[in-house]
Nanobody
Framework: VQLQASGGGQVQVGGSMRLSCVAS????????MGWFRQAPGKEREFVAA????????YYADSVKGRFTISRDKAKNTVDLQMNSLQPEDTAIYYC??????????????????WGQGTLVTVSS
């Protein structure tokens, strides 16, 4: 089972970036897939998630209205479109997957699969 994230890099404040995660190795039909991030010196935190079946999306308050999560069933990918990026969005972003109840979507421990992480740096 593998989650392969790509698309990180450096962007200026106010800019946009798109992260992509390719999932392979098993069926993710029952999963929630999403993104967590970890900034330097901070704990890992929930960013966004989407139910593979149904497409219901969830967002952290800090990114709501700026980030959009989507999935492509044919390609087995989950993307995170990030707009209006701010310095506080600088972090390593991790693609995640797992099966869970709705109430557990924002919990780090709900996700059993983690990708390798991709660094996003927002500079002024």
């Amino acid at each position: 089972v593998q989650l392969q994230a790509s698309g990180g890099g450096q962007v200026q404040v106010g800019g946009s970036m798109r992260l992509s995660c390719v999932a392979s190795g098993r069926s993710f039909a029952s999963d929630v897939m999403g993104w967590f991030r970890q900034a330097p010196g901070k704990e890992r935190e929930f960013v966004a998630a989407i139910r593979w079946n149904g497409g219901m999306a969830y967002y952290a308050d800090s990114v709501k209205g700026r980030f959009t999560i989507s999935r492509d069933k044919a390609k087995n990918t989950v993307d995170l479109q990030m707009n209006s990026l701010q310095p506080e969005d600088t972090a390593i972003y991790y693609c995640v997957a797992g099966e869970m109840a709705l109430s557990a979507t924002r919990s780090l421990t709900s996700y059993r699969q983690w990708g390798q992480g991709t660094l996003v740096t927002v500079s002024s």
